[in-house]
Each structure stands twice: as structure tokens, then as C-alpha cells.
């Protein structure tokens, strides 16, 4: 499944946030990094599973798009520890 945000976060702070996020999570949901660079980040977990993480500015913010098979669950709740734009109505 692919799972989408945008944050207030600069795409390098989004990657090492997520780094950490996933290597402090419960053994069997635990992941760590296996290729990394200046706006993706792929981690690998139990059993094989893979999380592939990117970044994109996007006006003014970062977009993050992670894309998993086992791990949507603990993606979400990374999702849930970015800050968010606050949004303006006109």
C-alpha cells in the first residue's frame, strides 16, 4: 500500500526522524535502514519486509510517499508524529 503526507519537516529531518521511528519499534515491527540517499530512504524488517520512503518539496512543504506490504500500521503512526501545515481558509 502507499501512504502519503506533507509536513512542515525538510526532507533530510523527515528521513532521519524516520530512521529512528523504525529501529525503536517493537522487535517484530522493527526496521532499519538498507539503501539511503538525499531523498529516499528504503528500510528492511522481519522477514524481508520493505519500506520504501521518499521525499519531495513540494510549495513551501515536503511531501513524504512511503510505500510497504507488511508495515502500513507503524507508517501511519510515523505519518502521525510529523508536524502538519496549518491550514489557512480564505
Known amino acids: 500500500m502507499v501512504h502519503e503526507t506533507i509536513t512542515t519537516l525538510a526532507g533530510p529531518d523527515v528521513i532521519g526522524r524516520?530512521?529512528?521511528?523504525?529501529a525503536q519499534r517493537m522487535p517484530q515491527s522493527a526496521a532499519f535502514p538498507e539503501?539511503?540517499?538525499p531523498a529516499y530512504l528504503t528500510l528492511r524488517g522481519q522477514g524481508g519486509?520493505?519500506?520504501a520512503l521518499a521525499v519531495f518539496a513540494d510549495d513551501g512543504h515536503t511531501r513524504v510517499r512511503a510505500s510497504t506490504l507488511f508495515?502500513?500500521?507503524a507508517v501511519g503512526r510515523f505519518f502521525t508524529t510529523l508536524p502538519t501545515p496549518a491550514v489557512v481558509t480564505t
Open 35 to 37: 539503501s539511503e540517499g
Open 49 to 51: 519486509e520493505e519500506i
Open 71 to 73: 508495515f502500513d500500521q
Open 18 to 22: 524516520a530512521k529512528s521511528f523504525f
